[in-house]
């Protein structure tokens, strides 16, 4: 494949319109997207050129802003080696994809771009997440999630066990996509977040909002809202 970039317009035209109506047909859901990160994070290329080869292979869109490896081993051209198509703007990602990744906290100008019922996914949490970001991410019923929240059967944290048993930036990079890609697998070709949930039940761990709903108990016990059990929201246990 060509290294040379395949660029999307800034403004709408046919051809982005016709992507815009196949991500809203329930038939063509296999699309994802990868966010450029707001801090210059030198290993957030969350997945690595090969592990996008892999979704491209299997018929999944990947798209991404430029500049979206520059602060990681890896080059814009290495990911449109692997099929990515590349844009400028976030809120090209947000039109043609349900499902995006991005390695920093999206941001409230981002979340009010998406559309209802999209994945957001990252690994690092918000900081400090707000009432006011809670509300905006409920506001469109997206899925939100944090890998760095899941944890292994000793309790730490999955992402920072990788990073303390990698020595170089690349080393981290490539363990990170290795452990991230079969969840962003199953997250795009699942139909449903509940579907996705029995096919990799690890990620209930990772869930803050689903569905209108905030489903992470820590940050509604400090907020002073309320928040159900992502498990009880997805099937009625009564």
């Known amino acids: ?13 046919v051809e982005t319109q016709a992507w815009e109506a196949a991500v809203e047909t329930p038939t063509r859901k296999l699309t ?18 090969n592990a996008v080869s892999n979704l491209t292979d299997e018929q999944v869109k990947v798209f991404a802003q430029f500049g979206f490896a520059n602060h990681n081993p890896f080059s814009d051209t290495d990911y449109a080696d692997a099929g ?3 844009t400028q703007r976030y809120a090209d990602l947000s039109m043609l994809s349900n499902l995006i ?9 981002q979340i009010a771009l998406s559309k209802e019922n999209q994945i957001l996914v990252s690994i690092l949490p918000p900081a400090e997440l707000s009432q006011e970001y809670i ?10 999630l944090c890998i760095d929240l899941l944890r292994n059967d000793e309790g730490c944290s999955v992402t920072e066990k990788i990073r303390k048993a990698t020595l170089s930036e690349a080393g ?22 509940p579907y996705a949930l029995q096919r990799a039940p690890e990620l209930t761990q990772a869930v803050i909002c689903h569905n209108g709903t905030l489903c992470h108990q820590p940050t509604a016990e400090r907020l002073h809202l309320p928040w159900r059990d992502v498990i009880s929201l997805c099937w009625d246990l009564n």
């Open 1 to 13: 494949m060509s290294s040379e970039y395949i660029i999307l317009q800034d403004t709408p035209h």
């Open 32 to 49: 994802l997207a990868l966010a450029k990160p707001e801090a210059a994070h030198p290993d957030s290329g969350f997945l690595t050129p």
């Open 84 to 86: 990515v198509e590349f």
């Open 101 to 109: 990744l991005k390695f920093d906290a999206f941001t409230l100008d």
């Open 135 to 144: 509300e905006a991410v409920n506001g469109k019923k997206i899925t939100l």
């Open 172 to 193: 981290f990079q490539i363990a990170l996509s290795n452990f991230v890609f079969p969840l962003a697998d199953t997250l795009v070709h699942a139909p449903s977040i």
